[in-house]
């Protein structure tokens, strides 16, 4: 088991009450520890509301902190003293800070600005800085890493995508070999918000601290979009209520913070993701009532659902949500069974106390840059959804901006940091940097992918690429 | 009637905005019948999902699967590629001041 070190405890203070909390921790992660899973109530129907993806992209995590509305408390690291409240609704108010903010104005430039500092990110800026650019990492989070932070197993895959190595070490590992290198300026708490299409050039705009922003106008001569995925939600009655999540945050609660985020939790989705957090959960001492999943057959790895089944949680396949129920948080789940047409088996349905649903039934591209951008986009299933048209290289149809990772087809961590590397070397050569030996290098990383992918495992990528590969580019 | 019922809770699509799976299939309907068209941002506008605070991170997909499913059933010609509404800066909410501080304002 992994120990924590959640660092100098301190006191804030939440709707009027002192709460413990860790330094380490966010507002959201330090309310979730002491047992407050109510985050504040929806604007139109005044329901309650938790937090959903704990990553800053849902919005359902927003409260006063010290006077300022509508903060992220999933985003927001703690501090001594802090003021945290519920916000009436969102829409109910102005959102009028309380007190004065302070706004900064800065210009930037860049060889290459990247967007997004999970492992496709940190690749792409590795390779484009030995190149000799100046490189740009930008990340909404306040600690770089993306995904690759709650992640405390250990990965598959070859030595070049560090096989071996747990998801955080790897995100560290990555993070401190940029550090060290002068031309790289590695950017937490900032977010693009835009990007203006006669100059090319991007605006983003960073938190440091409460009520201080800076705002950024970023001119580079490539853009690299690593800017992840978001996870899915599911339709069903009660899908809102507190104790409903993605499979992901509970991953977040869990293996970056120390804390359960429920004792008897339902996992909806038997893939890769779902399977891997339940065996996280379990080894947290968290008993998982069952993992269910719609289709025939899982599709995670054998040696992940095997691992699970013998630890006697049950992986019902050809299972369902009906509804999830409870006043005020979920207090159970009514699920039933399927045919092979996906109709309701009569009779089938079961209720089972839970106190969490955890959703994990896939991710969706995050591609809203390249979408302002009006990038060529296509709706491509086998790889997640709407994605990117690219070049070999992985330039999109917009001349100098680029795509890697989860954002350019739902992978794995190891073909994201491959995918960085060609989208790193292909923005320093766009940047009128490299030579021969990059060209080289850069083939050799197309080739990896190729090998990688052509395992039967990965025939639907494959094939979904083959929609969305342009000719031409680097090859 | 805020924390409601044990059972019997919404369906919800929208979470910024609390718009409920029956209220996507109703305003699907409207546009249709009293607009007489069915794309991407008519919807958005009419049913106002995927224009709150997280600007359809969680609900855009659904919304897309009810518009495919609708137009299919009424036999209107569907392309997946252009059921994308148009995305507008800020990509996710930012403090006014941001913008209206006047030093920003000068240039
Ligand atoms: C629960 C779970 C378990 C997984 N387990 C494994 C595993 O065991 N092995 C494996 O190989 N893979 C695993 N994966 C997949 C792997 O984590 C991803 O494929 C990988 O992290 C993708 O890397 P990325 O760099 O593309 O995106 P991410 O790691 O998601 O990083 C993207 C970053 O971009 C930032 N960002 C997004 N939009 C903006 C914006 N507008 N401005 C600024 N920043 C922005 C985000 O904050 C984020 O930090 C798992 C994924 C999940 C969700
Ligand atoms: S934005 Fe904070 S929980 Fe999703």
């Known amino acids: 088991m992994l120990k924590f070190d959640r660092g100098r405890p301190i006191v804030i203070n939440f709707n009027g009450k002192p709460v413990k909390a860790f330094e380490t921790e966010t507002v959201a992660a330090a309310l979730y520890a002491s047992g407050v899973i109510k985050f504040g109530y929806s604007a139109e129907r005044h329901r309650p509301r938790g937090p959903f993806c704990m990553i800053g992209k849902c919005s359902q995590c927003l409260m006063r902190v010290n006077g300022y509305p509508h903060v992220r408390t999933c985003i927001t690291p703690v501090e001594d003293g802090m003021v945290v409240e519920y916000e009436e609704g969102h829409d109910a108010e102005l959102p009028l800070p309380t007190k004065e903010m302070l706004v900064k104005r800065e210009d930037l430039e860049y060889d290459a600005a990247i967007i997004g500092a999970g492992p496709a990110g940190l690749s792409a800026a590795l390779e484009a800085s030995g190149m000799g650019a100046r490189v740009l990492v930008m990340d909404q989070s306040p600690v770089p890493g993306g995904q690759l932070v709650k992640q405390t197993h250990k990965f598959f895959g070859t030595k070049e995508t560090f096989a071996g190595m747990r998801g955080f070490e790897i995100a560290k590992m990555l993070t401190d070999k940029l550090r060290d290198r002068e031309n790289v300026d590695v950017m937490p708490s900032t977010q693009v918000i835009g990007y203006f299409r006669r100059e090319g050039s991007l605006a983003a705009f960073r938190t440091d601290g409460l009520g201080k922003y800076t705002l950024l106008r970023i001119r580079a001569k490539s853009i690299i979009v690593a800017t992840g995925a978001m996870e899915r939600s599911l339709v069903f009655p009660g899908n809102d209520l507190p104790g409903v999540m993605g499979a992901g945050a509970a991953q977040t609660l869990m293996n970056v913070f120390g804390i359960r985020p429920a004792d008897e939790p339902l996992i909806i989705g038997a893939g890769n993701v779902g399977v891997i957090v339940a065996y996280q959960a379990v080894q947290a001492g968290i008993k998982v009532k069952a993992v269910i999943d719609i289709a025939k057959k899982s599709a995670a790895y054998l040696v992940h659902s095997s691992k699970i089944r013998r630890m006697g949680i049950p992986i019902l396949m050809r299972h369902t949500i009906r509804e999830a129920y409870g006043k005020g948080r979920v207090e159970g789940a009514t699920i039933y069974k399927v045919d092979d047409n996906f109709h309701p088996i009569k009779g089938s349905e079961v209720d089972i106390e839970v106190d969490g649903v955890w959703l994990a039934v896939g991710l969706t591209p995050s591609i809203e840059v390249l979408e302002l951008m009006e990038a060529g986009i296509k709706f491509v299933p086998e790889l997640g959804g709407y994605v990117p048209l690219r070049h070999r290289n992985l330039e999109t149809t917009v001349p100098g901006v680029f795509v890697a990772g989860d954002a350019s087809c739902i992978e794995e961590a190891s073909t994201a940091m491959m995918e960085g590397r060609v989208a790193g070397i292909a923005a320093a050569m766009k940047a009128g940097l490299g030579g021969d030996e990059h060209v080289k290098r850069m083939k050799e990383a197309i080739k990896w992918l190729d090998e990688f992918r052509s395992s039967p495992h990965y025939r639907r990528i494959r094939e979904g690429l083959f929609k969305v590969t342009l000719e031409g580019g680097a090859s | ?107």
């Open chain 2, 1 to 107: 009637m805020s924390e409601g019922g044990s059972r019997g809770h919404p369906a919800i699509v929208c979470r910024c905005m609390d718009i409920t799976e029956e209220e996507m299939l109703m305003a699907f309907k409207v546009m249709v019948r009293f607009l007489g068209t069915a794309d991407p941002d008519t919807y958005r506008r009419i049913s106002s999902a995927t224009t709150g605070y997280c600007q359809g991170r969680g609900c855009l997909q659904h919304m897309q699967r009810y518009l495919a499913r609708g137009m299919r059933e009424l036999g209107i010609s569907l392309d997946m590629d252009r059921l994308v509404p148009k995305k507008r800066p800020p990509l996710q909410p930012v403090p006014m001041g941001l913008f209206y501080n006047p030093e920003v304002l000068e240039e």
